[in-house]
């Protein structure tokens, strides 16, 4: 019978598995508002389930509850390719694209950036940037 380990750490579940004679599928992790960061948030088969030995039990992490704000990088000296990954990695998205002459810094650099690095801003803003071009 699959025990109740829901809400107990990710690490101490497993452990907790294992040690019953289970065996661990896949684990695989999503927000959820009422279980906290790295608890088990549900077990498939689910708990109560008599299983037979060698069924491999699937774990549901809690990554918490799902952010809704997001820290602006910095985003100043980075390449045009380096940069569009780092927008997308952040959960913001990328606004316009606007090109300076600049002669102090490789071309595609990017040289300005329409929020402040390191605010707080709401999931999916749209950032600008300026890259350097020459002439």
Known sequence: VIPNLID??????????????????KVKRDYFDDHPK???AA???????TVSKGMPLD?????GPKPTHSIVPNLIGESLISAKSTIG???????TIDYKQNSTVSPGTIISQ?????????????????????K
């Open 38 to 40: 790295n608890a088990v």
């Open 89 to 95: 990695k952040s959960g913001l998205k990328l606004g």
């Open 43 to 49: 077990v498939v088969p689910k708990e109560g389930t």
């Open 59 to 63: 774990v549901i992490v809690s990554d």
């Open 8 to 25: 107990f750490h990710d690490r101490k579940a497993t452990l907790e598995l294992k040690k019953s004679g289970f065996i661990i599928g």
């Open 114 to 134: 329409s929020m402040p690095p390191e605010s707080n801003v709401p999931l999916e803003s749209t950032i600008n940037i300026i890259v350097s071009v020459m």
